[in-house]
């Protein structure tokens, strides 16, 4: 059974927005990711505000350690805690999970507690809902990072999909010569591929609308094998022997 609208599926098919990506340096080296609200907004946008649900099903502390924080003068005696999480994401019959870890270093240990486990949690949150899809960071785990895309080729994608829904929409065939002889110039300056769809669409909704709408002697002869049609002029009549 299909969970997710078009709409949806579109939604989590498409690229990650360059500008929701940040990096940190991790060892040796540069990380990216996403951070946690942008998450939360994205599942709140696709999915609903009241249509998906996040459960912290595991929380443990795992390493608890004094420290020494600051530098030079600054340095005095602090906490190093560590925390790991699992967090379950529920959206309609779909349930996902991610492990996550976070860290906290701080001068008070209830601080760093508190530290450590909302990034736990946030991360673990992170982890399950990226299995759904770019917009929650499934793209940063290409290195080539494919999917993610800058403003500029976003406004492009969404100017292309605009066009193509109000093509589809078309019902008349003077609607359809309109809309061609008014984008054309634009469709012919987009990727091959594109061009061909748009071309193709295009052609399919002339043929369609290119059907006559009065009933054909063939039409009924087809569907009413041996009768004789006495008049086809308003309404095709069928008259037995």
């Given at each position: 059974m299909t969970v997710f609208t078009e709409d949806q599926i579109s939604a989590l098919s498409a690229p990650l927005a360059r500008e929701a990506v940040k990096t940190r340096e991790q060892g040796n080296s540069k990380l990216s990711y996403i951070e946690a609200w942008h998450a939360i907004g994205e599942a709140n946008r696709i999915f609903g505000f009241d249509a998906w649900d996040r459960e912290t099903v595991d929380l443990r502390c795992v390493s608890e350690k004094p420290r020494k924080i600051g530098k030079g003068q600054y340095e005095r005696d602090g906490w190093g805690v560590t925390y790991i999480a699992k967090v379950r994401v529920t959206v309609g019959s779909i349930i996902r999970e991610g492990c996550g870890s976070g860290h906290?270093?701080?001068?008070?240990?209830?601080?760093?507690?508190?530290?450590?486990?909302?990034?736990?949690?946030?991360?673990?949150m992170k982890r399950a809902l990226m299995t759904f899809g770019n917009p929650f960071g499934l793209a940063l785990y290409d290195k080539t990072q494919a999917n993610v895309e800058d403003a500029s080729d976003r406004h492009k994608r969404e100017a292309i999909d605009n066009l193509w829904d109000e093509l589809s929409n078309i019902g008349t065939l003077e609607g359809l010569k309109s809309f061609w002889i008014d984008n054309w110039p634009a469709i012919k300056l987009m990727d091959e591929v594109t061009v061909k769809r748009f071309t193709d669409k295009k052609d399919a909704l002339k043929r369609q609308l290119d059907k006559p709408t009065d009933t054909t002697v063939a039409d009924i002869e087809d569907t009413f094998p041996g009768s004789r049609v006495v008049n086809e002029t308003l309404h095709p009549l069928m008259a037995g022997e």
């Amino acid at each position: 059974m299909t969970v997710f609208t078009e709409d949806q599926i579109s939604a989590l098919s498409a690229p990650l927005a360059r500008e929701a990506v940040k990096t940190r340096e991790q060892g040796n080296s540069k990380l990216s990711y996403i951070e946690a609200w942008h998450a939360i907004g994205e599942a709140n946008r696709i999915f609903g505000f009241d249509a998906w649900d996040r459960e912290t099903v595991d929380l443990r502390c795992v390493s608890e350690k004094p420290r020494k924080i600051g530098k030079g003068q600054y340095e005095r005696d602090g906490w190093g805690v560590t925390y790991i999480a699992k967090v379950r994401v529920t959206v309609g019959s779909i349930i996902r999970e991610g492990c996550g870890s976070g860290h906290g270093i701080d001068a008070d240990p209830g601080l760093a507690h508190e530290s450590a486990l909302k990034e736990a949690e946030s991360d673990a949150m992170k982890r399950a809902l990226m299995t759904f899809g770019n917009p929650f960071g499934l793209a940063l785990y290409d290195k080539t990072q494919a999917n993610v895309e800058d403003a500029s080729d976003r406004h492009k994608r969404e100017a292309i999909d605009n066009l193509w829904d109000e093509l589809s929409n078309i019902g008349t065939l003077e609607g359809l010569k309109s809309f061609w002889i008014d984008n054309w110039p634009a469709i012919k300056l987009m990727d091959e591929v594109t061009v061909k769809r748009f071309t193709d669409k295009k052609d399919a909704l002339k043929r369609q609308l290119d059907k006559p709408t009065d009933t054909t002697v063939a039409d009924i002869e087809d569907t009413f094998p041996g009768s004789r049609v006495v008049n086809e002029t308003l309404h095709p009549l069928m008259a037995g022997e």
